[in-house]
């Protein structure tokens, strides 16, 4: 700011007015950092933590924190044998961790792998990601 200060002996009005403009200026662009910072570091945050998130998903722990039916064609509405992400038949008896919160089924390999694109589940839209 000693830059801007360097006035003439006797400061005359036009002198005071470009003082003020330049203060103004500077004001302006420190303001307009500032906003611009905040926005960039929030912007910043949010992305890291979808990616933090989707790494998360992407982890077989995550799938593992789903809770698990087991299958029972028998007891099956016939809507629900098969994986709607590979599309093969569900093996009696085979474990299967269910989508939260719509608590559809699919192969635990194939819900990784889904996973690690979208949150979003395969059979109803429904997204598992709580923020
Ligand atoms: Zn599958
Ligand atoms: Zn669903």
Do not use: K, N
Request: include cysteine.
């Amino acid at each position: 700011m000693s830059r801007v200060l360097t006035q003439p002996e006797t400061p005359s009005l036009s002198g005071w007015l470009i003082v003020i403009l330049v203060v103004g200026v500077v004001a302006a662009f420190v303001v307009i950092w500032f906003v611009r910072h905040i926005v960039l570091h929030r912007r910043r945050a949010r992305r890291e933590a979808v990616i933090a998130f989707a790494t998360q998903l992407a982890s077989t722990d995550f799938v593992a924190g789903f809770p698990r039916c087991t299958f029972d064609p028998a007891a099956g509405d016939g809507a629900t044998d098969s994986c709607a992400i590979c599309l093969g038949q569900y093996e009696p008896g085979e474990e299967l961790p269910m989508f939260l919160p719509c608590f559809h089924p699919f192969h635990a390999l194939c819900l990784t792998q889904w996973l690690a694109r979208t949150t979003l589940c395969p059979t109803c839209g429904a997204s598992t990601f709580v923020s």
